[in-house]
């Protein structure tokens, strides 16, 4: 972490760089605390409900296909190993490794989403849906107790999640369009630091998901 | 006084303008990255917003004079009082202390030139207007008649504008996040040379404990409004029993947030108070330490004691029991810092100026806001307490009591150091004793109509109560006149030659030795500190 230098000008009101890319990491922990507890208040509605309706979220779980979730899964988690990779070479002052691994990582994102814009799809044509909106009336549900409120919980859940990909997608485009443009160096690297930290979040979010959703069984 | 910055004095430099003189332009306002101005702008509304949640408050004891229809019809009379509460929490308390004074004096106090993010700052700002704009639209469309709490199954199935003044909580919840955010992150890296953290003033512990409370407790909140809006718009149903939900988990959710956010609206308020007794006993604080952690010990045992507001919805036994011993314990930290405070001024030279007549004002409201909490703690006692005006009046000694005499007595304290002005001392003090009698003549009464069973939130009542209502329907116009006077008072002010001194309380912390109003870096040269805020 020596590696802040005198020549990059940050702001004013820091004592000196090393300051200011401290104060940001500390800023953006804090942010990410704020997240995984918005996320926990989901994950307790989440709780409650299974506990209540232990079957309901057994028979629920299988019309979400494991296989598709578990490649979301592995697309994430490659995707933070290439975002990892970004910001390193960003560090050392790899500009194009780091702009291409940012690219991978994007390229990653978007297929998570494509595999989530399948699975929502087939659940909206089935009307596994969420409260009042739900119409599905299969076999599985026989004697079985409000399975909306499953579906209402997945739907806000990965709903929640997949608005956070998109917005990491947001801010990694504009990393890599700054990278391009050349304001980073491996004496100031802090935003791309900073959204990988925020990536890594939401992949791990998505870690949770996966087996409480769709491996409840 | 054993601080000392180099003044500007010293050098032979000419002194810097002030910060109000550094830019000018409506510009200069819109778009600036200065704290102090960014403090000033959201004093601005937060006073406006007490003003318009006052109007609404006065409606209300205004229509609770006689039993029946007095001036609205009930359907008015609901929306009157939700307006009230929801102006008065989300646009008034939580940011009335740290956003407004905190801003403004927190980086002084530290001997910090801004807060570590200024952009994020101003964005805070501009995200409270925009949540105040949807809660203006809220009331301008048929409003919201839930009560400021958005109790389920009732808040899915009123037609009244639930989803903007829900989509306004949620909003401002946010600008109340990043503001907590900033203030942690400048607490650690902006404090000025030899600042340890066991040499901060008590205000600078009390908004970071505030601060880490807002960080872990308005996600939830967040995510609660979420899922209420989901509940109208998706129609969801985990809250709607209707459907197979609880809507006792929309209780917890309400509460998991919103009894930590009690803690957000006072612990400014208990940093205020430490600076104001400090400061005019002319004394060092009594147990400096133990002020500052029982902030700390306030913001955790806070988030453990939610469970109080549900002794009545059929929560178990032994989770009502586990709910009353954990509130209780919040006592004991709240009561290390009344007793210290008073241990304080115990054989201080007190100089009795206006902010000192609010902080002693604030130590006996807040000492009754306090100790009936216990009886509503209590969860026998609850069940016969439980949505009286007891409540009501318990939670107006904490908040308003507490709270806003806090935020009086500061903004008293900090106004020279802010304008650059000094008001009438006659005045000021009068208008606080006014408020003061006013302020137990409307809630003082409200203890006993609860305890005799008036139950809150009722547009009608049986004529027996009618004495005590309409008494404290009149305390609350006395309370009123206070705050005009007091508003004369410091407005009053503006319209005059600056001639504040740079230290006219004989305060020890850093924000008294710059200038007043002080230049645009706060400092003219870096402050260092080498003893404690209170060193004499
Ligand atoms: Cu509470």
Redesign the interface.
Known sequence: MAIMGREYHHAHHFPSARAEADAAKLGMWTFLATEVLMFSGLFMAYTAYRSTHAEMFKAAHQLLDWRLGGLNTLVLILSSLTMALGVRSAQQNKREQSAFYLVVTLLCAGAFLVVKYFEYTHKIHLGLLPGGYYTYNGPEFAGIDSPHIFFGIYFLLTGLHGFHVLFGMIAITWILLRTTRGDFSSKYYTPVELVGLYWHLVDLIWIYLFPLLYLVG | MTQYSPKSAQGDRPASPSFYKAARGIGSWLYTLDHKRIGIMYLVFVLAAFLLGGVFALLVRTELLTPGKTIVDANTYNRLFTLHGVVMVFLVIIPSIPASLGNLILPLQLG???V???R?NLASFYIYLIGACFALYSLVNGAVDTGWTFYTPYSNTTDTSVISMVLAAFILGFSS?FTG??F???T???RAPGMTFFRMPLFVWALYATSVIQ??????L???L??LL??RV?????F?PA????AV?FQH?FWFYSHPAVYIMIVPGFGVVSELITTFSRKPIFGYRAIAMSSIGIAIIGFLVWGHHMFTAGQSEIAGMIFSFLTFLVAIPTAIKVLNWTATMYRGSIVLRTPMWYAIGFLYLFTVGGLTGMYLATAGTDVHLHDTYFVVAHFHFVMMGGTMFAFLGGLHYWWPKITGRMYNETLGSFACLVAFIGFNMTFLTQFVLGAQGMPRRYYNYLDQFQPLHAFSSVGSYVLGLGFLLSAVCLLGTLFKKSDAPDNPWEGTTLEWQTASPPPL?NFHDQPAVNAGPYDR
Do not use: R
């Open positions: 910090a030139k801004d570590a993010f200024p994020l996040i955010l900033n942690i992150a400048t650690h890296s902006l960080i872990l407790a308005t996600p939830v967040a995510i609660t979420l899922l989901a509940e998706l129609k969801v149903g985990i709607d459907m197979g939900g609880d988990l959710f870096e």
